[in-house]
Nanobody
Framework: QVQLVESGGGLVEAGDSLRLSCAAS???????????MAWFRQAPGKEREFVAA????????VYADSVKGRFTISRDSAKTAVYLQMDSLKPEDTGVYYC??????????????????WGQGTQVTVSS
């Protein structure tokens, strides 16, 4: 079992920055290196969409086109936290941001249904 807890959301103005954190617990050991950690978001009335993903072992992260160059996903080497640095925020970035993990996939995926565990979400609101 994996527990994920997001934090760091808030109300900001367009152009501001926020850093989201996701504390992960409940799954330890070297076999977790291939697990993938991701961020998704969901705006009111819209489907949940992929934002970014990275393996605990590192390697090249994957980003949605809408956030490339503005958002950066990172993780700590102890495999206890994943972060999402969000710069140059836009009103269209508003939504609930969720942390998720997929257990040892062959490749990184942007499909929410592939992810095994989810956090409760943190609200990000960007005013114009």
């Amino acid at each position: 079992q994996v527990q994920l807890v997001e934090s760091g959301g808030g109300l900001v103005e367009a152009g501001d920055s926020l850093r989201l954190s996701c504390a992960a617990s409940g799954r330890t050991g070297s076999r977790t290196s291939r697990d993938v950690m991701a961020w998704f978001r969901q705006a009111p009335g819209k489907e949940r969409e992929f934002v970014a993903a990275i393996r605990w072992s590192g390697g090249s992260p994957v980003y949605a086109d809408s956030v490339k160059g503005r958002f950066t996903i990172s993780r700590d080497s102890a495999k206890t936290a994943v972060y999402l640095q969000m710069d140059s925020l836009k009103p269209e970035d508003t939504g609930v941001y969720y942390c998720a993990t997929e257990i040892s996939p062959v490749s990184l995926t942007m499909y929410a249904r592939r992810y095994n565990y989810w956090g409760q979400g943190t609200q990000v609101t960007v005013s114009s």
